[in-house]
């Protein structure tokens, strides 16, 4: 093995590793979500690669959708039942003004 016969200086020192430079990693846009990401790795916040599902983290999120799509589908037909319910109510509440002020009326008339 070589060993070196004298302490090597500080310029010299300096000098050979004046080329050791660092360079700024390159980073690209997720396809699938936009969050900024190192070139040639998957996604931290979506879990994919190249537009395609590759860890857990993607694979859990497709399910949530899935399941969010199958729920929005029974809450807009509660919706609709909410609103049927809310007419109904509503129409009845006005047929009793009309009849209460019918009445009112008809009791001015009667004083006079």
């Known amino acids: 093995m070589a060993v070196p016969k004298k302490r090597t200086g500080h310029s010299a020192q300096g000098s050979r590793r004046s080329n050791w430079k660092a360079t700024k990693p390159e980073t690209t846009k997720c396809s699938n979500c936009g969050a900024t ?3 040639h790795t998957v996604c931290t916040a979506c879990g994919t690669y190249k537009g395609k599902p ?3 983290k993607d694979r859990v999120e ?3 959708k899935e399941t969010k799509k199958t ?3 029974s809450t807009k037909k509660a919706e609709k039942q ?3 319910v809310k007419e109904v109510k ?3 509440p006005a047929e009793e003004v009309k009849a209460e002020e ?3 009326e ?7």
């Open 71 to 73: 729920t929005k589908k």
């Open 37 to 39: 990401v190192l070139a």
């Open 90 to 92: 509503t129409e009845a």
């Open 102 to 104: 019918k009445a009112v």
């Open 62 to 64: 497709e399910e949530v």
């Open 106 to 112: 008809a009791e001015v008339v009667e004083e006079e």
């Open 54 to 56: 590759v860890s857990l």
């Open 82 to 84: 909410v609103e049927e």
